[in-house]
């Protein structure tokens, strides 16, 4: 297993594949890839105003498909090997947010829900976005509803 310690991890010089199928990164190693590969592209963290709009928008416009794709395949990655890290899928969501389409976002939601179906935190931040993603009341509530069915059911908060 590889860790932090052991080598650096750059994302260009990582065959994220080959690491992936024989499960050779532990949690530390992916944590510092993910925080390695925000800081290569600083415009993931971008600075929101009151009205949830990004600051400095222009700088998303530099972001190309291929950096989006990079991001992706390691969030992406990360979260097939660690799918109960609700933080981790909060963060690809937001990222979603400010590069790609609200279908995306939902997406990983979706996902995400469907990893850590029992995530109280995760279904407050996805019904927190549905309530200004969807533009019909009757979506934002049929998924209130939804995760009022899961809330409440994991053993470890009863």
Same mark, same amino acid.
């Given at each position: 297993?590889? &860790?932090?310690?052991?080598? =650096?991890?750059?994302?260009?010089?990582?065959?994220?594949?080959?690491?992936?199928?024989?499960?050779?990164?532990?949690?530390?190693?992916?944590?510092?890839?993910? !925080?390695?590969?925000?800081?290569?592209?600083?415009?993931? &963290?971008?600075?929101?105003?009151?009205?949830?709009?990004?600051?400095?928008?222009?700088?998303?416009?530099?972001?190309?498909?291929?950096?989006?794709?990079?991001?992706?395949?390691? =969030?992406?990655?990360?979260? &097939?090997?660690?799918?109960?890290? =609700?933080?981790?899928?909060?963060?690809?969501?937001?990222?979603?947010?400010?590069?790609?389409?609200?279908?995306?976002?939902?997406?990983?939601?979706?996902?995400?829900?469907?990893?850590?179906?029992?995530?109280?935190?995760?279904?407050?931040?996805?019904? &927190?976005?549905?309530?200004?993603?969807?533009?019909?009341?009757?979506?934002?509530?049929?998924?209130?509803?939804?995760?009022? !069915?899961?809330?409440?059911?994991?053993?470890?908060?009863?």
């Amino acid at each position: 297993m590889i &860790s932090m310690e052991d080598e =650096y991890l750059d994302f260009d010089e990582l065959k994220l594949p080959e690491f992936t199928d024989k499960g050779l990164l532990g949690f530390e190693a992916w944590t510092s890839l993910i !925080s390695n590969i925000e800081k290569t592209y600083p415009w993931l &963290s971008g600075t929101w105003d009151a009205n949830n709009a990004l600051i400095g928008y222009e700088l998303i416009l530099g972001a190309g498909w291929d950096d989006i794709k990079k991001i992706c395949l390691v =969030y992406d990655s990360f979260l &097939s090997e660690f799918p109960l890290c =609700y933080g981790y899928w909060r963060k690809y969501a937001d990222h979603k947010m400010r590069l790609c389409t609200v279908d995306k976002v939902i997406e990983v939601y979706e996902r995400a829900v469907q990893s850590a179906t029992y995530s109280v935190g995760l279904w407050v931040d996805y019904c &927190s976005f549905s309530m200004s993603a969807f533009e019909d009341p009757f979506d934002v509530r049929r998924l209130f509803k939804r995760a009022l !069915s899961f809330v409440g059911k994991d053993y470890l908060f009863s």
